[in-house]
């Protein structure tokens, strides 16, 4: 028998959780997310009628949840064609580790890990469903002045 729910956001899940709608091509992501970021399926995959298309599969990644499924007709929902409006944001411990991983499963690389004014290492990779990932490690705690001061450092290098 159902009882009320304890509190409003489900154990495992952050206040906004992430969902990717794909083209027909949900259950590929999956397998392809567990392969390049290691992500962990944390339930069943559920099919539309007919065993058609996903309707909902769950993974894990780090202490986050991520939502998949494919697009239903008549929806405002549609995967991404070329590349997403929206971009995931991964912090792991070792993010070239993570880069090169992802690649090798046959992610695009956008840019290669590098050491940012703000103190993270990071780059970035597009899946081969058009969903873009940035993978960082923290690695330096700065001040907002500190911050500041790298960044008309960096943009005064972009110029030349």
Same mark, same amino acid.
């Given at each position: 028998?159902?009882?009320?729910?304890?509190?409003?956001?489900?154990? @495992?899940?952050?206040?906004?959780?992430?969902?990717?709608?794909?083209?027909?091509?949900?259950?590929?992501?999956?397998?392809?997310?567990? &392969?390049?970021?290691?992500?962990?399926?944390? @339930?069943?995959?559920?099919?539309?009628?007919?065993?058609?298309?996903?309707?909902?599969?769950?993974?894990?990644?780090?202490?986050?949840?991520?939502?998949?499924? &494919?697009?239903?007709? @008549?929806?405002?929902?549609?995967?991404?064609?070329?590349?997403?409006?929206?971009?995931?944001?991964?912090?792991?411990?070792?993010?070239?580790?993570?880069?090169?991983?992802?690649?090798?499963?046959?992610?695009?690389?956008?840019?290669?890990?590098?050491?940012?004014?703000? @103190?993270?290492?990071?780059?970035?990779?597009?899946?081969?469903?058009?969903?873009?990932?940035?993978?960082?490690?923290?690695?330096?705690?700065?001040?907002?002045?500190?911050?500041?001061?790298?960044?008309?450092?960096?943009?005064?290098?972009?110029?030349?």
């Amino acid at each position: 028998m159902a009882t009320p729910a304890p509190t409003p956001v489900p154990e @495992g899940f952050n206040t906004v959780t992430v969902q990717l709608w794909f083209n027909g091509d949900a259950e590929q992501a999956v397998r392809f997310y567990q &392969d390049a970021f290691g992500a962990k399926l944390t @339930g069943p995959i559920n099919y539309g009628p007919g065993g058609k298309g996903v309707m909902h599969a769950l993974l894990g990644l780090g202490s986050s949840r991520i939502m998949v499924a &494919d697009a239903w007709p @008549g929806n405002s929902e549609h995967g991404p064609k070329e590349s997403s409006t929206a971009g995931l944001w991964v912090y792991v411990e070792d993010c070239d580790a993570l880069f090169k991983r992802a690649v090798d499963a046959g992610a695009e690389s956008l840019m290669a890990p590098m050491d940012a004014f703000w @103190g993270d290492r990071m780059g970035k990779v597009k899946d081969p469903f058009g969903h873009c990932w940035a993978v960082a490690t923290w690695k330096e705690q700065l001040s907002g002045d500190e911050i500041q001061e790298r960044e008309k450092a960096w943009l005064a290098s972009m110029k030349g």
